[in-house]
């Protein structure tokens, strides 16, 4: 099994930044595509970014391109999510995810969540 469990959260301005991480552990996640994915209050989940099997490429949302930049670190197991000029729309419980098919869903390991509120 695989766990994931994310930090970086908290309160920020509109306009500021955050780093977010996803710690995994019990596998290593160079065999797996990483997703960032989001829960505003009172709306479903939503796609944020995600990075390919062994960092071949990466995917935005259009909400977040040119804001967000999502990487992984294999030695550190770590996957992160930079976020910058961040907007108060952006309020949300960041997941991250990981799967070794090419979608996120059920079969695909899950973090519990890190809350990310920013202020106007």
């Known amino acids: 099994q695989m766990q994931l469990v994310e930090s970086g959260g908290g309160l920020v301005q509109a306009g500021g930044s955050l780093r977010l991480s996803c710690l995994a552990s019990?596998?290593?996640?160079?065999?797996?595509?990483v997703g960032w994915f989001r829960q505003p209050p009172g709306k479903e989940r939503e796609f944020v970014a995600s990075?390919?099997?062994?960092?071949?490429?990466?995917t935005y949302a259009d909400s977040v391109s040119g804001r967000f930049t999502i990487s992984r670190d294999y030695a550190k197991n770590t996957a992160w999510l930079q976020m910058n000029s961040l907007k108060p729309e952006d309020t949300a419980v960041y997941y991250c995810?990981?799967?070794?098919?090419?979608?996120?869903?059920?079969?695909?390991?899950w973090g519990q969540g890190t809350q990310v509120t920013v202020s106007s």
């Open positions: 995810a990981a799967s070794i098919g090419s979608t996120f869903d059920e079969g695909s390991y």
């Open positions: 019990g596998r290593t996640i160079r065999g797996y595509a």
């Open positions: 990075i390919s099997r062994y960092g071949a490429s990466t």
